[in-house]
Structure formats: structure tokens, C-alpha cells
């Protein structure tokens, strides 16, 4: 009996093919780019620049010389994984730092699984857990933006993010009211324009989700996980903050800080590593947008979007099996 081979996701159904769909989430990214640059000068290009050569450089490499395949580096999934482990780390970092994130995340994370389609975790997200636990220093110190100190940045300049302050300053005993009174936070206006402290790709919301919309008109990604997500975190948020505003912040703080814009529409939509049926991707987005509050609120990191999502990541082949959809032709007999 011959057996049927199924090829790795992402499965197009329409007129849109990997490489129109990678090509479009670059796109959609753009304004992010211009956004990290404007606050945090060319530094932020020299990281995207050292981050898209490296992960496009590796992954020729090992298609060449240990797989012997197909070369695959036009289809635009490598320069995604570039632009966004780019989009998860300082402006500061050093080069070679991110040449080991690329290594990281296109070598282990994407290739030893056998490329585009077979990786069980979000490369970029793998890339940068790995450089955050390897040099948490490095990767910890931030940038203030130019907008929140002078007209320059260098990088003697640096400073905790928003979820940084809140998180120190609860830990001290302080109430959010207090730290949000202070002259030094960023406050929402800041965090929505990208006038906040942060790795490239988490400062500016605005920016974020006018390449959201554009991925949706496109239909590159579907509603179904980033309203989970979203929705999930601000529900369960707004819980905590309803008990307990002095301890726990707003919704609208938790959407706006950090990296949960990145990570609704651009993260935890890759579609390798995220459920392919809608009930599995609701189900999938809730987790994850829970997972995230919970690791904010009562983890000892500040930010909880990466472990979220390579947490969910890991569910997803259960989520695939519990939500698998009805063959066609099926009949179900009921007992």
C-alpha cells in the first residue's frame, strides 16, 4: 500500500504562496523598522542589518553543505525570522551576540527540525529565550529612546522598560499609582508612539498594528489568534486590576507595554508552530494570553510573551489532534 506524504504547513489554499505570504508579514513590519529607527538611530539598523544576513547566511549554509537540499533562502521565511529576533533584542546588543541568536534560531530552532514548516517552536522566539538566558545582562539593558532624553542615543544610556519600573516598583512596596506618577514612566501616549525603552520591535504599538491591519486585510493571518490572545489577557487582566488596582496594572498598560502587540500578530501567528484548525487556534490564543499575565504578574520576569507562546507552541500538536476537522465523506456512528 503506497503511503501519502504530507508536506509541512504553512498549506495554502488560495492564490497566495509561502513566499507572497513571508514577503507580506516583511512588509508589515516596516513600519516597526522606521519606528526603531527614528528613536533609537542606526543602531537599530545595524541590528537588522547583522540579524537578516546572519539567519539568511546560516540557513544557506546548512542547506548546502550538511542537508544537501534545495536552497530555500528566496522564500522570504528566513528574512522573517531575521527581522523578528531582530525585533526581540536591544539596539546595544553586540554583533556577534546576534550572530549567535541567528545560529540559534535558524540552525536549531528551524533547520534541525528540517526547515520551513516542520519547526515545532517559533524560531525568532527560540533565538532570543536562548540570548536572554545566555546573556542576561546584555540583553536586559536597554536603550532609553531619544524622544525620552536628548536628541542622541549612545549606549552609556540605558534604563529599565515600562514593565521593568512596574515590576521593581511593586516588588518595593510601591503602588502603581505611585510609579505611574512619576516624572520617568513612560505612560500610554509614549507606549503607544515608541517613545519607551524596549528591544526594536515592542515600542511602538501604533506602528505594530497598522502592519496588523495590513496582514489581516491580506488575509496573511486570521482573526482567531490574536483576538484569543488579546482578548484573554485583557479579560484576565482587567480582573486582577478590578480586585486590586493598587497591585495590578490596566489592560490598556498590559497591551501597550512590552511585547504583547509583537507577539499577538506576529509571534504567535506563525503558522508552523500555531494551530491549523480555527477552534485550535482560539483555544491556543486564550493559553497563550493567560500564560503571558501570568508569568508578568507573578513571575520574576517582567515580560512573559516569548515563554507564553513557546509554551503554546508546544501544545499545539494536542490542540491539532483535539480539534482535528472532519474528513470529508466521514460517516460518524453514534453508540
Given at each position: 500500500m503506497?503511503?501519502?506524504?504530507?508536506?509541512?504547513?504553512?498549506?495554502?489554499?488560495?492564490?497566495?504562496?509561502?513566499?507572497?505570504?513571508?514577503?507580506?508579514?516583511?512588509?508589515?513590519?516596516?513600519?516597526?523598522?522606521?519606528v526603531?529607527?527614528?528613536f533609537?538611530?542606526l543602531?537599530?539598523?545595524?541590528?537588522?542589518?547583522?540579524?537578516v544576513?546572519a539567519?539568511?547566511?546560516?540557513?544557506?549554509a546548512?542547506?548546502?553543505?550538511?542537508?544537501?537540499?534545495?536552497?530555500?533562502?528566496?522564500?522570504?521565511?528566513?528574512?522573517?525570522?531575521?527581522?523578528?529576533l531582530?525585533?526581540?533584542?536591544?539596539s546595544?546588543?553586540?554583533a556577534w551576540?546576534?550572530?549567535?541568536?541567528?545560529?540559534?534560531?535558524?540552525?536549531?530552532?528551524?533547520?534541525?527540525?528540517g526547515?520551513?514548516?516542520?519547526?515545532?517552536?517559533?524560531?525568532?522566539?527560540?533565538?532570543?529565550?536562548f540570548?536572554?538566558?545566555?546573556?542576561?545582562?546584555?540583553?536586559?539593558?536597554?536603550?532609553?529612546?531619544?524622544?525620552?532624553?536628548?536628541?542622541?542615543?549612545?549606549?552609556?544610556?540605558?534604563?529599565p522598560?515600562?514593565?521593568g519600573?512596574?515590576?521593581e516598583?511593586?516588588?518595593?512596596?510601591?503602588?502603581?499609582?505611585?510609579?505611574?506618577?512619576?516624572?520617568?514612566?513612560?505612560?500610554?501616549v509614549?507606549?503607544?508612539?515608541?517613545?519607551?525603552?524596549?528591544?526594536?520591535?515592542?515600542?511602538?504599538?501604533?506602528?505594530l498594528?497598522?502592519?496588523?491591519?495590513?496582514?489581516?486585510?491580506?488575509?496573511?493571518?486570521?482573526?482567531?489568534?490574536?483576538?484569543?490572545?488579546a482578548?484573554?489577557?485583557i479579560i484576565?487582566?482587567?480582573?486582577?486590576?478590578?480586585?486590586?488596582?493598587?497591585?495590578?496594572?490596566?489592560?490598556?498598560?498590559?497591551?501597550?507595554?512590552?511585547?504583547?502587540?509583537?507577539?499577538?500578530?506576529?509571534?504567535a501567528?506563525?503558522?508552523?508552530?500555531?494551530?491549523m484548525?480555527?477552534?485550535g487556534?482560539?483555544?491556543?490564543?486564550?493559553?497563550?494570553g493567560?500564560?503571558?499575565?501570568?508569568?508578568?504578574?507573578?513571575?520574576?520576569?517582567p515580560?512573559?510573551v516569548?515563554?507564553?507562546?513557546?509554551?503554546?507552541?508546544?501544545?499545539?500538536?494536542?490542540?491539532?489532534?483535539?480539534?482535528?476537522?472532519?474528513?470529508?465523506?466521514?460517516?460518524?456512528?453514534?453508540?
Open positions: 503506497n503511503l501519502l506524504t504530507v508536506s509541512g504547513s504553512p498549506h495554502v489554499h488560495d492564490h497566495q504562496n509561502v513566499k507572497s505570504i513571508m514577503y507580506g508579514v516583511v512588509v508589515a513590519m516596516i513600519p516597526a523598522i522606521f526603531s529607527v527614528y533609537f538611530g543602531d537599530s539598523a545595524r541590528v537588522i542589518f547583522i540579524s544576513s539567519c539568511l547566511f546560516f540557513e544557506w546548512i542547506q548546502k553543505y550538511l542537508l544537501k537540499g534545495a536552497l530555500t533562502i528566496n522564500d522570504g521565511s528566513a528574512l522573517v525570522t531575521g527581522v523578528l531582530a525585533f526581540n533584542v536591544p546595544n546588543l553586540p551576540m546576534i550572530i549567535v541568536g541567528a545560529l540559534v534560531s535558524i540552525g536549531i530552532a528551524k533547520m534541525s527540525f526547515g520551513l514548516g516542520k519547526n515545532p517552536f517559533n524560531p525568532a522566539l527560540i533565538g532570543r529565550v540570548l536572554l538566558i545566555s546573556f542576561p545582562v546584555q540583553m536586559t539593558s536597554w536603550p532609553i529612546p531619544k524622544a525620552l532624553f536628548s536628541s542622541s542615543v549612545t549606549d552609556a544610556i540605558t534604563g522598560t515600562t514593565l519600573i512596574l515590576k516598583g511593586l516588588n518595593a512596596g510601591k503602588t502603581v499609582q505611585e510609579l505611574m506618577a512619576n516624572s520617568g514612566f513612560p505612560g500610554y509614549n507606549d503607544m508612539v515608541g517613545a519607551q525603552g524596549g528591544s526594536l520591535g515592542e515600542i511602538s504599538a501604533i506602528a498594528l497598522i502592519g496588523a491591519i495590513y496582514m489581516l486585510l491580506r488575509r496573511i493571518i486570521t482573526w482567531h489568534i490574536p483576538v484569543a490572545y482578548g484573554s489577557a484576565f487582566s482587567g480582573i486582577l486590576w478590578l480586585v486590586d488596582p493598587t497591585r495590578y496594572i490596566d489592560p490598556a498598560m498590559h497591551m501597550l507595554a512590552g511585547g504583547m502587540i509583537l507577539g499577538v500578530f506576529f509571534m501567528t506563525d503558522m508552523s508552530s500555531s494551530p484548525s480555527p477552534k487556534q482560539i483555544v491556543y490564543g486564550v493559553g497563550a493567560l500564560l503571558t499575565i501570568m508569568i508578568r504578574v507573578w513571575g520574576a520576569y515580560e512573559g516569548s515563554f507564553a507562546i513557546l509554551i503554546m507552541n508546544a501544545f499545539t500538536p494536542l490542540i491539532n489532534k483535539a480539534f482535528k476537522p472532519r474528513r470529508f465523506g466521514e460517516v460518524i456512528i453514534k453508540k
